[in-house]
Nanobody, 117 residues
Framework: QVKLVESGGGLVQPGGSLRLSCAAS????????MGWYRQAPGQQRELVAT???????NYAESVKGRFTISRDNTKNTVALQMNSLKPEDTAVYYC???????????WGQGTQVTVSS
């Protein structure tokens, strides 16, 4: 069984930065995708960024140029550096690890990010 634990959320002013981290315990296959999703109140959960084992990254248009995803396969961790934060980035952020065919997926418990002055 895989467990994902996120950390790093909090309250930040517009224009500020936060770094989210996700640590996976258990067996993670090297070809699994690791990524971040978010869900704002009253909204559907949406993709923020993903990182494949081949080093390919994918970002939502709304965060391109501001967020950077990184992955450490030796430690089974994935991080999200968020810069130039905006109030619309406010959401619960979830770490997700999944197989490329989506047959296996794991979610973290979520961490709140609030961008407000």
């Amino acid at each position: 069984q895989v467990k994902l634990v996120e950390s790093g959320g909090g309250l930040v002013q517009p224009g500020g930065s936060l770094r989210l981290s996700c640590a996976a315990s258990g067996s993670i296959f090297s070809n699994y995708v690791m990524g971040w999703y978010r869900q704002a109140p009253g909204q559907q959960r949406e993709l923020v960024a993903t990182f494949t084992i081949g080093g390919r990254t994918n970002y939502a248009e709304s965060v391109k140029g501001r967020f950077t995803i990184s992955r450490d396969n030796t430690k089974n961790t994935v991080a999200l550096q968020m810069n130039s934060l905006k109030p619309e980035d406010t959401a619960v952020y979830y770490c997700r690890v999944y197989s490329s065919d989506y047959s296996i997926t794991y979610w973290g418990q979520g961490t709140q990010v609030t961008v407000s002055s």
